[in-house]
């Protein structure tokens, strides 16, 4: 289950690398599959922020959310969502190693420019 949750975090990271400026709230949702897991990705006032609801309760608040390329500094001020799409992905594939020769990947995925 953690690792769910992490890789629900790096699609957070990249939903939120988006370009612009606009000063009025935009909001995505982003879900695990069977929406156990959920992340709120908003832009208010051109800055990113993140919050994490459990069970109908805040596990984490609104914070903001920063990102540092290796090169170009920081993105966090001045960024718009223009659109975004998502997708559910069902796929299988073949291990080459391992007690099990055939895995099932399930997935939400969301791109966003």
């Known amino acids: 289950m953690r690792a769910a949750h992490y890789v629900l975090l790096a699609g957070v990271a990249s939903a939120a690398a988006v370009g612009g400026a606009k000063a009025q709230a935009e909001t995505l949702i982003l879900s695990s599959s069977?929406?156990?897991?959920m992340?709120?990705?908003s832009i208010r006032d051109g800055q990113p922020r993140f919050a994490e609801p459990h069970r109908g309760k805040a596990l984490?608040?609104?914070?903001?959310?920063?990102?540092?390329?290796?090169?170009?500094g920081a993105l966090s001020a001045g960024l718009t969502l223009k659109e975004s799409r998502t997708a559910n992905v069902d796929q299988t594939y073949d291990l080459v190693v391992g007690k099990t020769r055939t895995v099932r990947e399930r997935h939400n995925e969301t791109g966003c420019t």
Request: charged letters at 25%.
């Open 60 to 72: 984490l608040k609104p914070s903001p959310l920063r990102l540092v390329p290796d090169k170009g």
């Open 39 to 41: 992340i709120t990705l």
């Open 34 to 37: 069977d929406t156990s897991l």
